[in-house]
């Protein structure tokens, strides 16, 4: 280390490395998954509960303004997680800058798209559509 530099060695280490947003990206990630185990024990319920009974019935459990919430939830929580879990794997696993960039937009439309249109469906069948 050079006496002349009075810097701590922290303070010249900070902002360097491959992962300069990585920790908010953890914390994403992490927060989605802890969402989902709640998440996903009430809709794995709701679909127990919809899988011995009528369609009609069930269209009603869609229907009730708290079950169509936390459907809604659980659709967004999950895309969102799969498209934080994806984008991770490809900055990790993918070498071309090229492909870096096609596959995130992919995953982002890919993700994107399936939400919106689980939202809908969900929004549909909540209103009587």
């Given at each position: 280390m050079n006496s002349n530099n009075l810097r701590n060695p922290l303070k010249t280490a900070r902002g360097w490395g491959a992962s300069k947003s990585g920790t908010s990206h953890f914390i994403r990630q992490r927060a989605?998954?802890?969402?989902l185990i709640g998440l996903a024990l009430y809709v794995i319920g709701l679909l127990l509960f919809c899988v011995t009974s009528l369609h009609a019935t069930?269209?009603?459990?869609?229907?009730?303004?708290?079950?169509?919430v936390v459907l809604i939830a659980f659709i967004i929580a999950m895309f969102w997680h799969s498209k934080l879990g994806l984008q991770a794997i490809i900055e990790d696993y993918v070498k071309s800058p090229g492909a870096i960039v096609v596959l995130q937009l992919i995953n982002i439309f890919v993700n994107a798209l399936a939400a919106l249109a689980g939202v809908l469906a969900i929004v549909r069948i909540a209103l009587g559509a």
């Open positions: 989605t998954a802890i969402a069930a269209i009603d459990v869609v229907k009730h303004p708290f079950n169509a």
